[in-house]
């Protein structure tokens, strides 16, 4: 039993002896790895330098060139072209992540691959939704009636009514009008079907607006001959504010001279099918600018260097060692 013991005792001595031989030589071919590298880094100081400074410099020009804009347009669809402009957006944004650059040339935007991304989203306003018509002021109190309003301001289906929308655009790099805007406001715009709509609402409101202007003419003859004496003169009478019918004319001609200057912006904003209103370009998204390649390339360089060094080495003793053989 003791022998039996003894000779356990002794193999354990025996393992452990030889794992404490093997750590003593890990811990040495570490150090001597150490040493070399030290030592090669001081041999190729020069080389690494300058590796180093240009990977520096690489990466701040990268870092600089890679720097993105965010650009914004606001634009109005008209005759009800809507949904026509917010699947135009989504085929654009899908051939933009397709990176279909023939697609992106053929409609007119210089420098395709800067083009990054495309959205678009409803500016709301409640306010002005109202006021374009009355119809919408009732659909809201309807829809009200089984759920949260702000819930339903902000929904697709509310939202796409809208009179304007905000179309953002990032790129890469800073742009312009003609190299990205005027192309996408004039791929918005092709459309027969709505060009046919355009005209036709243009001839309607001019002869909207020439109807108007003769019921306004005869509103004011009207007042002007209430407003004359017997005699011929006429003495700018103070109206009786009593009188009904004439306070029904007065509020005729006031919503009249209204709606011709409604009209007016009308045909303004209707130059278009998808109007441009107001756009901002080049603002520097500076969430984009991190400088990670001025970080990354010195260091990539002079690894990649290294591990080159090692290779050429390598491969020298191997061939030098089948050479001999």
């Known amino acids: 039993m003791s022998k039996n013991s003894n000779h356990i005792t002794d193999n354990q001595e025996i393992d452990l002896a030889i794992i404490s031989k ?43 060139s890679q720097k993105v804009y965010d650009n914004q347009v606001i634009v109005k669809p008209n005759f009800g072209s809507a949904d026509y402009l917010y699947a135009k957006v989504a085929l654009l944004n899908s051939k933009i992540k397709e990176q279909d650059t023939a697609y992106l040339k ?47 301001v902000e929904e697709n289906l509310t939202s796409k009514n809208y009179p304007y ?47 108007n202007e003769v019921t306004l003419k005869q509103i004011d003859a009207i007042l002007n001959k209430i407003g004359t004496t017997s005699d011929g003169r006429n003495d700018r009478m103070v109206f009786n504010s009593g009188d009904s019918q004439l306070d029904d004319v007065l509020k005729t001609k006031d919503k009249m001279e209204q709606l011709q200057g409604y009209l007016k912006i009308e ?34 360089f002079v690894i990649l260097y290294i591990l080159g060094f090692l290779f050429v080495r390598n491969y020298k003793k191997f061939n030098s060692k089948v050479k001999v053989k």
Do not use: W
């Open 22 to 64: 093997k750590i003593g030589g890990y811990y040495k071919g570490f150090n001597r790895s150490i040493f070399r590298g030290i030592q090669f880094i001081i041999r190729k100081i020069v080389i690494i330098g300058i590796l180093f400074v240009l990977g520096i410099a690489l990466g701040i020009y990268l870092d600089n």
């Open 106 to 152: 053929n409609i007119g935007i210089k420098y395709p691959k800067k083009l990054v991304k495309i959205k678009i989203e409803p500016v709301v306003d409640v306010y002005r939704f109202i006021d374009c018509k009355d119809e919408n002021f009732q659909m809201l109190k309807l829809l009200e009636e089984d759920g949260d309003l702000k819930k339903i």
């Open 165 to 211: 929308h905000l179309i953002s655009f990032t790129t890469r790099g800073m742009t312009s009008s003609d190299r990205t805007l005027n192309p996408l406001i004039a791929y918005f715009n092709e459309s027969t079907y709505y060009k046919i709509l355009q005209k036709q609402f243009t001839e309607n409101t001019l002869q909207k607006m020439q109807q």
């Open 267 to 300: 045909l303004i904003e209707g130059t278009q099918i998808i109007k441009s209103m107001n756009n901002f370009l080049n603002k520097k998204n500076t969430e984009s600018v991190n400088g990670k390649m001025t970080l990354i390339l010195p260091f990539l």
